[in-house]
């Protein structure tokens, strides 16, 4: 609780919207009253106005870094997580379309030796009952359902390696997101985490020669350019520390003003009761040396 009391003493947050001006909204009370944190504001006492805007500044640069450091955390976390349930659905679909591709190669036999065996059935007056829907059947001949079998045979052989391709990839970026957290967790700056990004992706070992490989290594180095792009952008939007343009005096200073000042303001008090009493004691010896004349004449 101390250490709380201590840091809001340093830090306190700014909000977008306060509390009263909250209640002067139109139905604030079906909205959520928890308003973002849009700042920051940052103070630190020291000896002079030099020292306390570089505390400042050390303070602001640590809560800065480790600001991007939980950034890059909580996104790395997401992301790995989309990664890992997209991979996952990546594999079933694969087994399932495998499967289903199986499946119609059966049927596609089976067929050909439906046609093989009885080779009237191909011919087109003959049909055979498909399925039934409301309103009424549908036939089809032996052929024109083995027609049917090889243009969805040829739907999924089109489709399996497309979805294999994407998992290769999706797994490429989940190693790749593993080496990022495995890095991250040893990491204590948000800056230096940035600046070795470019290593992790050396890490991968990947073949340039490979069309898949190598569309993966550009699109991480784009990524990293981006989180550079976007740790700079936050950077100029900072502000710095500035100094006052008029400094008040500082408590010692203020003090020996004050000092200064009353000993002068005392001095003249005196000077001014030594000359009044000087000049009451001229006037009473005029007034007696008046009255004496006036006796002896």
Not at 29 to 56: C, M, W, Y
Not at 104 to 132: G, W
Not at 225 to 231: G, I, K, N, P, V
């Amino acid at each position: 609780m101390g250490d709380r009391k201590q840091t809001l003493q340093l830090i306190q947050p700014i909000y977008p919207v306060t509390k009263a001006e909250l209640k002067d909204l139109p139905d604030a009370a079906n909205k959520d009253t928890a308003s973002g944190i849009s700042g920051l504001t940052i103070a630190f006492k020291a000896g002079s106005p030099e020292l306390a805007q570089r505390g400042v500044l050390v303070l602001g640069d640590y809560l800065r870094d480790t600001a991007i450091l939980m950034s890059y955390r909580d996104t790395l976390r997401t992301q790995y997580t989309d990664l890992l349930n997209k991979q996952k659905k990546l594999e079933n679909s694969t087994f399932d379309t495998k499967y289903k591709l199986e499946q119609a190669e059966i049927k596609r036999t089976s067929m050909q030796a439906i046609l093989h065996e009885y080779p009237d059935s191909a011919k087109t007056e003959n049909r055979q009952l498909v399925s039934i829907t409301e309103g009424g059947e549908r036939y089809l001949s032996p052929v024109t359902q083995l027609v049917a079998i090889e243009a969805h045979i040829a739907d999924m052989k089109q489709s399996l390696p497309r979805i294999l391709r994407d998992q290769r990839i999706n797994g490429l970026w989940l190693s790749y997101y593993e080496k990022m957290l495995a890095l991250l967790d040893k990491s204590s700056s948000g800056e230096a985490f940035l600046k070795a990004l470019p290593s992790v992706k050396d890490t991968l070992k990947l073949n340039l020669e490979d069309d898949v490989e190598m569309g993966v290594y550009n699109s991480i180095a784009i990524a990293n350019l981006d989180a550079q792009s976007r740790y700079f952008d936050k950077v100029r939007f900072i502000a710095n520390p500035m100094l006052p343009t008029q400094r008040s005096p500082g408590m010692p200073q203020s003090a020996l003003i004050g000092l200064v000042l009353g000993f002068l303001l005392a001095c003249a008090y005196v000077l001014i009761r030594h000359f009044s009493s000087k000049k009451m004691v001229i006037q009473s010896l005029n007034l007696v040396r008046a009255a004496s004349q006036t006796h002896t004449g």
